[in-house]
């Protein structure tokens, strides 16, 4: 069974960085894009980044600069660094798989659980 399990959530301070990890089972996890979502009580599901199969990436623009996404296809994970945290950045974070191997928006094939973050003032 293909599955996305997603780790590194908790409470940090802000001003605070965080390393999330996706790690992906019992799939070819090289031949497809995986994007880093969240969401934020009482708001919908948003886009954060996402790594193509070839590496590239990208980010939405709120989150520039802060957020860092990257991919290690040896161990099946890819990684989501948090840094410079805001009381904003308060969500469940989740991993999914896309359907393609790029991130041009092919629609996600299979979600991971979530983790939550929680940023203190």
């Known amino acids: 069974e293909v599955q996305l399990v997603e780790s590194g959530g908790g409470l940090v301070q802000a001003g605070g960085s965080l390393r999330l990890s996706c790690v992906a089972s019992?799939?070819?996890?090289?031949?497809?894009?995986i994007g880093w979502f969240r969401q934020a009580p009482g708001k919908e599901r948003e886009g954060i980044s996402c790594?193509?199969?070839?590496?590239?990436?990208n980010y939405a623009d709120s989150l520039k600069g802060r957020f860092a996404i990257s991919r290690d296809n040896a161990r099946n994970t890819v990684y989501l660094q948090m840094n410079s945290l805001t009381p904003e950045d308060t969500a469940d974070y989740y991993c999914?798989?896309?359907?393609?191997?790029?991130?041009?928006?092919?629609?996600?094939?299979?979600w991971g659980q979530g983790t939550q973050v929680t940023v203190s003032a």
């Open positions: 999914a798989q896309e359907g393609g191997s790029d991130c041009s928006g092919s629609g996600i094939d299979l």
């Open positions: 019992g799939s070819s996890f090289d031949d497809y894009a």
């Open positions: 790594i193509g199969a070839d590496g590239d990436t």
